[in-house]
């Protein structure tokens, strides 16, 4: 998948809203670990005003999944705690248009038409 690459410190509301009408695919970059929550919110915003449904997750999270993997009690109790909370939020997001993946340590969000 082609995947257009825009700055948050230059992309407008109304090209995202453009780009979410165009359902495209495309990556937020240089997004601060301050802003990440406010750009994500808003991202949901223009997504849902389409009418369109949208599941955020954080890049990586499968990686706690395999902690489960370490015979060490915490890290078992805390892979399968993940794996349950990650089960629940799948659910009510089922079947979404959109996907928004935050990556804090890149700076980076991805939006991933799905349909």
Known sequence: MDYSVYSINSVSNEKVAELIDQRKSFVLEDVGRLNMTEAVATLEKVIESKGLKCRVYTKGRMATMAAAAIPISPTVIGGWAAGIAM???????????????????????????KR
């Open 87 to 113: 089960g629940i939020h799948n659910l009510a997001t089922w079947n979404p248009d959109y996907e928004i993946a935050k990556n804090a340590v890149t700076g980076t969000l991805t939006i991933d038409y």
